[in-house]
């Protein structure tokens, strides 16, 4: 049978050992000598063998067995040697606050209009040579600044700024934005402020295919979009057509995920069959030989793939489009799997790091849900009266057939995918079964009109303005659309609870069904029943502890901590601030929070708020529910401001006007310290568990802080978060001393005269046997406690 | 140098499109190129030729497997008329060729497609059988000596007569090549044979162009079930 198999699907047979080796490359780090070139030569001479390898297979068992193990080397050497080599001058090993930077700008640059970002090649760093990839962000000048839209792909460039390291993940739940940019080259990233701190040196002539044919008809086409289009519905056609998604807004964005339509922004792979079809039918009115016709198809699925920037889906699509056409001209019979397996093939050979690209796994986990399971449902509906009765050739029969295949495409996919879509977005759309049924049929037509514009830009600006009238209606009306889809109640399920046991248990159970038979149904159907249980059980059993955990978030500089009972009480003690448009109730705290699996806070403690952090705690609010909260009296007059009625009328709220304990029944204890004679902007919690002690101060001035030691009871506690960024100018020595903390938390700045003061002050505690937990370097920090004994968990 | 990429892009070609059987997706014998061994032994060669035709217009009529649906021969035709893959044609031709042999014909004319149905399919999949034919007995291969002029709807679903009244007028003779055929013997190739119409429509245009005798030949033959 394997020996047929092999026979049968080779890019199977290779494809899959392949993948797997550069997985368990990943996972076991860097594990090959540093020497690149001897990586090379062993790589080599794996590859030599299992080509050679690879005739001998049908002889004998053996051959197939140690091809397979020979692809897997591939896969394991070629990811550590892509992945975790670096040449000895990687910029990554200059970083400095103050570097300059010289290198060729190797992508388009995206520029927006308060910064500008652009991937750069780097050939020096601080006046020494240099290698690897930087993403650079400079943002602009407020006070007028020269302009950066000159800026192009293949210009020679310096930057002056900062050089940094990829940020590390800061919280759990949270998106790596670090491992994402590491997963995609980028050894380091760089942030200026001003565009005069670019300058610009020469043109430099590399990349003549994207310098002068690929960016320029993107930006072409770009701006053809803008001036005829434009708006919110120009920046949807930006996606559909180039697969230039930057500037569509977050809403737009986060619309079209709860409507389950995101595909379609992503340029998917639906696109290139559609402009595969296009060019297709476009040539038939030419009489040049099939076999040409085939050619300039591939060449111009080509163009289209590096205009779209390369991304996996359309790399996965055109692989597939093209290998179809040429089993055409070559009388093969495809295959699908073998087509799917060989893309990913050549996928992963580019660049092995795909394999762990949101874009890569979606695309191909849409692709194999599609072909495994659409068959599957299509012969299950194909039986049904309804369907019979409907000739397939009379109008009726192919209007059902069509919405049918539409439907069960969507639905092969949503089942196909569900876990992997409940982990990655946090949340299955539901109204996507029918969102999808408008959604791509008209994007479809609105792509075609697209491309029709943009040709035409070129003849009649008249005439193309006119398909964009068109088209502009249209792409209203999807956007209208898929709002209110999105804005349904049922629209989408958050799905936080999703986790990687229940990831293999839906799969198992999803391959017992889908293999139902009439022989072997009583065993599928109850092996499926007993992973359901076994997975209930297992839950429940994991759910069960008696610790409590105490996490310290990383939301900046400013604090903000859940603690969770056993039992299940959660208590957040404030949620962090807010800076422009970044509020850390909407990136740090209620990502966390959902990803703990808690859907409603049971008390919110708020211990003092400046603007910003009020501005932020309304977000809270409005986001995440929460059955009470409590802040110091002080805020009474700002909370109950009929401006903020709205989102504070959601919650119960009570004022603090004295010390108190907040429950007097279950295993726990929560103090607050308030001063309730000087009336203090601030209060002090405690929690206590057995005999546990975590302190949270908030003081930022000498009389509360002077009220909340005296108070405080003075044996030592197992934590104490210091107020403010960690300085003896927030926290004297004294109270500290008096607490006589195991460990202090503290959110230092990274840069400036108070990083300074930070280091002073966590210095002489360290000496002193306190250990200083800086959250804001680390990321955040979760303690579990018994009562008796608090450790610190890994989460990372 | 030359034919050491030959053998490579040989070599990728066997990997990413791996020869297999339009039936059953088995991979096939090198000998073999469309279909596995298995799958072939499973057709019906037909044994006691049918007489579904008018013997003053026919003289013969040969036809290689017996049709029947959701079977290997199903696919076989459907791969090649709609999936591209001519040298099924060929193929089979060859083997008709072979039966053949003993009976004399000038010319083998493919009954033709009208012009935008070509351009549909791309190609005509009577004229690959024919070619095949023209292999083995070296009859030549007339390929525009018939032409279709109406464009007829499909035939599918549609009993004898209305597929007479369907393609009744729908093909003439090319005059260039009326001296030629005139007091010749003639073979006429088509993929599958239903009820007989289009061919004994294609008969009856040549019998009035003067050819002397006309035979067929066919793939397959569906009008047994
Ligand atoms: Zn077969």
């Known amino acids: 049978m394997s020996k047929n198999f092999l026979k049968k699907h080779p890019p199977v047979l290779v494809s899959l050992p392949f993948a797997s080796g550069i997985l368990i490359s990943f996972f076991s780090g860097h594990v090959l000598s540093t020497y690149n070139i001897l990586n090379i030569l062993l790589l080599g001479l794996m590859f030599v063998i299992a080509v050679s390898v690879y005739k001998y297979i049908n002889r004998n068992k053996c051959y197939l067995l140690s091809f397979i193990i020979l692809i897997f080397l591939c ?41 500008v970002r652009l991937l750069i090649k780097v050939d020096s760093a601080s006046r020494k040579p240099a290698s690897g990839y930087v993403l650079a962000t400079v943002y602009k000048n407020k006070y007028g600044d020269k302009s950066a839209d000159n800026l192009r792909f293949g210009d020679v460039i310096s930057l002056n700024g900062k050089l940094e390291k990829l940020p590390g993940k800061r919280n759990p739940g ?30 430099s002539n590399q990349g003549f295919y994207y ?29 559909l057509v180039l697969g230039e998604r930057s500037n569509i807004s977050k809403e737009t964005k986060e619309n079209f995920i709860n409507a389950g339509v995101a595909h379609i922004i992503a340029v998917s792979g639906l696109n290139v069959a ?57 009388e093969r019979k495809p295959n699908a799997y073998n087509i799917v397996c060989f893309a990913a093939v050549v996928i992963l050979i580019y660049d092995p790091r795909q394999l762990f690209d949101a874009g890569f796994i979606l695309s191909f986990s849409a692709i194999f849900s599609l072909i495994i399971i659409y068959p ?113 109640d049922w629209a989408f399920v958050e799905t936080y609870f999703v986790d990687g046991f229940l990831f293999i248990i839906y799969y198992a159970v999803l391959a017992l069904i889908l293999t139902l038979n009439n022989k072997n149904y009583v065993f599928n159907l109850s092996l499926s029943l007993l992973l359901i249980i076994n997975f209930i059980l297992w839950r429940s059993v994991i759910n069960k502890t008696d610790k409590a955990e105490i996490t310290y978030l990383d939301a900046g500089n400013f604090n903000s901590a859940l603690i969770r009972m056993p039992e299940g009480t959660s208590v957040l003690i404030n949620s962090g601030s807010s800076k422009s448009a970044y509020y850390a109730a909407e990136r740090n705290v209620i990502p966390y929070i959902k990803s703990s699996g808690i859907s409603a806070v049971d008390l919110f403690i708020v211990t003092k708020m400046d603007k910003e952090e009020f501005r932020n705690v309304l977000k809270f609010l409005d986001g995440f529910k929460v059955k009470k909260m ?71 001035d ?18 104490f978060r210091a107020s403010g960024p960690g300085s003896f100018s927030f926290t004297s020595a004294e109270f500290i001393g008096s607490a006589f903390p195991e460990f202090l938390i503290i959110s230092p700045f990274k840069t400036g005269r108070r990083k300074l003061n930070t280091e002073i002050f966590s210095e002489s505690l360290e000496l002193s046997g306190v250990k200083v937990l800086r959250i804001s370097e680390t990321g955040a920090v979760i303690f579990r406690t018994d009562g008796r004994v608090t450790e610190i968990k890994q989460w990372r | 140098m030359l034919r050491s990429l030959n053998n490579f892009l040989k070599t990728l070609l066997d990997f990413v499109l791996p020869d297999l059987c339009v039936s059953c997706e088995a991979p096939v014998e090198k000998k073999r190129r469309f279909i596995c061994n298995e799958c072939w032994k499973k057709l019906i060669m037909i044994q006691n030729q049918p007489e579904w035709y008018d013997r003053n217009l026919i003289r013969s009529s040969f036809s290689l497997f017996e049709f029947r649906e959701d079977t290997e021969i199903q696919k076989i035709i459907h791969a090649f008329k709609y999936s591209g893959m001519k040298s099924i044609g060929i193929i089979l031709g060859e083997e008709i060729g072979k039966l053949l042999k003993e009976k004399q014909a000038d010319y083998i004319l493919p009954v033709p497609l009208h012009i935008a149905k070509l351009r549909e399919r791309k190609y005509n999949q009577s004229l690959y059988i024919a070619k095949g034919i023209e292999k083995v007995t070296g009859w030549k291969v007339l390929e525009e000596a018939l032409k ?78």
């Open chain 1, 75 to 115: 896969g394991f050497l070629w990811f550590q040697f892509r992945h975790f080599d670096k040449d000895i001058d990687n910029v990554s090993f200059h970083l400095s606050d103050e570097a300059s930077i010289r290198g060729i700008i190797s992508e388009m640059p995206e520029i927006k209009n308060d910064k």
């Open chain 1, 702 to 719: 000498a009389e509360t802080e002077a009220f909340n030691r005296l108070n405080l009871p003075s044996s030592p506690v197992r934590v």
């Open chain 1, 211 to 239: 310098g002068k044919i690929i960016y320029p008809f993107k930006r072409y086409s770009m701006k053809v979009i803008d001036k005829l289009v434009g708006g919110e519905e120009g920046e949807y056609l930006k996606g």
């Open chain 1, 274 to 330: 559609y402009v595969t079809i296009m060019i297709w039918a476009l040539l038939t009115f030419i009489p040049i030989k099939h076999s040409l016709k085939i050619v300039i198809t591939i060449l111009c699925l080509i163009f289209y793939m590096n205009l779209t920037g390369n991304v996996p889906s359309i790399v996965r699509a055109t692989v597939m489009a093209s290998v179809l056409l040429l089993s055409g001209i070559f």
């Open chain 1, 174 to 203: 949270e998106f790596d934005y670090g491992h994402y940019l590491r997963m995609h080259n980028i050894d380091a990233v760089f942030i200026a402020f001003g565009f005069d701190k670019i300058t610009f040196i020469e043109k």
């Open chain 1, 376 to 488: 599957i449902l299509s012969e299950l509906i194909e039986k049904t009266s309804f369907f019979r009765r409907a000739e397939p050739s009379s109008t009726k029969g192919k209007a059902i057939r069509g919405i049918s295949a539409l439907f069960l495409g969507t639905f092969a996919a949503q089942i196909g995918m569900m876990p992997i879509t409940a982990i990655m977005f946090k949340k299955v759309s539901i109204v996507s079964l029918l969102a999808n049924l408008f959604a791509i049929p008209l994007s479809n037509v609105a792509l075609g009109l697209g491309f029709i514009m943009i040709l035409l830009s070129f003849i009649s600006n008249w005439l193309a303005s006119v398909f964009a009238s068109v088209n502009q209606l249209l792409l209203w009306l999807q956007l209208v659309m898929i709002d209110f889809c999105a804005s349904l």
């Open chain 2, 148 to 225: 279709r002029i109406n464009y007829t709807k499909s035939q599918t679903g549609l009993n004898f007569s209305e597929r007479q009244k369907n393609v009744s007028g729908a093909f003439r003779v090319n005059k260039r090549y009326s001296e030629l055929l005139r007091g010749s013997s003639v073979l006429i190739t088509d993929d599958v044979i239903t009820t007989g119409a289009t061919i004994n429509e294609c008969a009856k245009i040549l019998k009035d162009a003067g050819v002397r005798e006309i035979h067929t030949a066919s793939c397959a033959f569906a009008g047994g079930n």
């Open chain 1, 630 to 700: 409590l802040i110091p009296i002080y805020y009474k007059r700002l909370v109950e401001d009929p401006k903020f009625s709205d989102v504070m009328s959601k919650t119960n709220i009570s004022f603090v006007t004295n010390s108190e304990i907040l429950n007097r029944s279950g295993k726990f204890r929560i103090y607050v310290y308030y001063d309730s004679l000087l009336v203090s902007s601030s209060m002090m919690v405690e929690f206590v568990y057995g005999k546990e002690r975590f302190v949270f101060d908030d003081s930022d």
